[in-house]
């Protein structure tokens, strides 16, 4: 018996298992668990959730963007029926061109908005902390509530909106409109609305905006540069990565609009359709009309578009963003 094991065996302790040792056989003893399975072990909730509640309704999705599929039969396949049904489709039409109209006045118009706020609540003023709060609290507001409090506002005939204008331009001869009642001011209106909840954006660009270097400014006080140039020339190239996420989740969310046209318009998106959005006629389809085929087509299309934005976006900011060393 060697020392170490007659030490062992007076103390009455057993003898540690090397992991590297053999057995009668040659073969290693080795009883810890490999760290990627313990790894996998850690992150199986979020796996299995991932399949089950996202990657699984996706493939299923694109299945049945080729298929007939009315909900209560089993869907049979079309190929791609679905998809050049579109192309005849005059509804379909309509619902893109009042999505493309609000992207292309609620997106940059609610960029340039929330930039100029945002600059407004970087100054030294007093009561900062209010105006920063009130900015921000419309956006923790539901859209429901939200729906239907500018609902009332803008009221052709009560809404407080048209008595301002009223007030004050009423003895011009100019009269507010019916805004949800007249298909030309439909868009406007809910374009108006979208400013709403810009606080996000706010509170993300006050952030970039306080990361601003300061001796960029005291340089630029010392070339005697005016305001308007110097955040042209110095904070906007500075916060420009910022500005492109912003972007970017402000297109996403103006191609998605759904909710606010739906309770303020109703399902037909009020005269004329003059607010009837893509993603209304998509849930029209899948739960009205039962044509979940069709439905799951224009989700894939939809995801094509919003795609295919974000990658021109991304191509047309490599020359406006400047990112830090």
Known sequence: MSTQDAHTHMHGLKPAIDPGAK??????????????????????????????????????????????????????????????????????????????????????????????VAWLLNQSVKGLVFFRSAVFLPSLVPLVASSMIWLWLFNGELGLINVAIDGVLGPLGVRGPNWLGDSTWIMPALVLMSFWSIGQAVVIYIASLQDVPKSLYEAADLDGMPPLTKFLNVTLPMISPVVLFNVIMAIITSWQVFAVPYIMLGSEGGPDRAGFFYTMYLYDNAFRFQRMGYASAMAWVQLLIILSLTGLTFLASKKLVHYRA
Do not use: C, H, Q
């Open 23 to 116: 057995t009668p056989r040659g073969r290693n003893v080795d009883r810890r668990t490999p760290e990627w399975v313990t790894g996998l072990l850690f992150v199986s909730p979020w796996i299995v959730g991932f399949l089950s509640f996202m990657a699984a309704p996706i493939l299923m999705s694109l299945y049945y963007s080729f298929t007939d599929y009315p909900l209560l039969e089993p869907p049979a396949w079309v190929g791609l029926g679905n998809y050049a049904e579109m192309f005849t489709d005059p509804l379909f039409w309509k619902t893109m061109g009042n999505t493309t109209l609000y992207a292309a006045l609620a997106v940059p118009f609610g960029t340039i908005l929330a930039l100029f």
